[in-house]
């Protein structure tokens, strides 16, 4: 099995410390830094999800994600998270998808965090030429995603989005609750009650989960099951983590 990934990356960093003290200068805690952990974020832990499963992946993305930084700063011993400072938002660039031979692939999976790095016609684009194309995306949902095979996002997205909505959009959107676990086609799909301790690339773990189950099954609903035992696992660790 073959996966190909297109969508938006960059680094993430996880900065733990703790906080003894304020500030003198402002009324604000001063961090005291004791360790920094890095990884690749967004599509590429999409991509390094998707390998975890034994999955052959290429990834289509942009080449100075190293330059592109989510940090946060973490309470090392409660988890708490005190900030997140993002550098390099206008460094993504555009895509260019037309010279990409997608029948190589048993499946396409489109990470778009709405960057500006895909536009609406580009996504078209690949739905139409891979039937297997899951999309994970934060824009608003219209024609230009019709031909997707999924489309997972989470409620908050739905919400948004839910004016744009036609009836044959609705029948592929699979959407993330976080705790109380999935919807499709009137269906809840629940998960496991655990211990939370970060939701930071939970989404990534899910469409890489969806996408390599559907392939390997071709049963949505096994698939969705799969997809949230995926997340479940990844929530009970710290940072960004892959399975």
């Known amino acids: 099995m073959k996966i190909l990934i297109i969508g ?7 900065s733990y410390g703790d906080c003894k003290r ?53 309470d090392l011993k409660t988890n708490h998270m005190f900030m997140r400072l993002d550098c390099g938002d206008d460094l993504y660039g555009k895509s260019s998808v037309h010279k990409i031979n997608f029948k190589k692939y048993a499946g396409v999976v489109i990470s778009d965090y709405n960057k500006g790095f895909l536009r609406e016609e580009d996504i078209k684009h690949i739905c139409s030429q891979n039937e297997n194309t899951f999309l994970d995306t934060k824009k608003v949902l219209g024609d230009w995603c019709l031909d997707a095979k999924f489309i997972k996002i989470n409620s908050q997205e739905y919400e948004k989005t839910k004016p744009t909505l036609t009836q044959e959009i609705e029948s592929k959107i699979i959407v993330t609750m976080g705790p109380n676990g999935c ?28 996408s390599y189950k559907f392939l390997e099954t071709r049963d949505v609903e096994k698939s969705i099951s799969f997809a949230n035992d995926c997340a479940t696992t990844v929530v009970q660790k710290r940072g960004v983590s892959t399975l």
């Open 8 to 14: 938006e990356s960059c680094k993430d960093v996880f």
């Open 22 to 74: 304020l500030c003198p200068e402002a009324p604000v805690p001063v961090f005291n830094l004791l360790k920094t952990i890095e990884n690749g974020g967004m599509a590429m832990n999409v991509k390094n999800n998707l390998e975890t499963l034994g999955v052959d992946v290429n990834l289509h993305t942009n080449k100075n994600w190293r330059q592109i930084t989510k940090n946060r700063f973490i």
């Open 183 to 210: 919807l499709h086609n009137g269906i809840v799909y629940p998960v496991k009650e655990v211990e939370i301790k970060d939701v930071s690339g939970a989404g990534d773990t899910f469409i890489a989960g969806l």
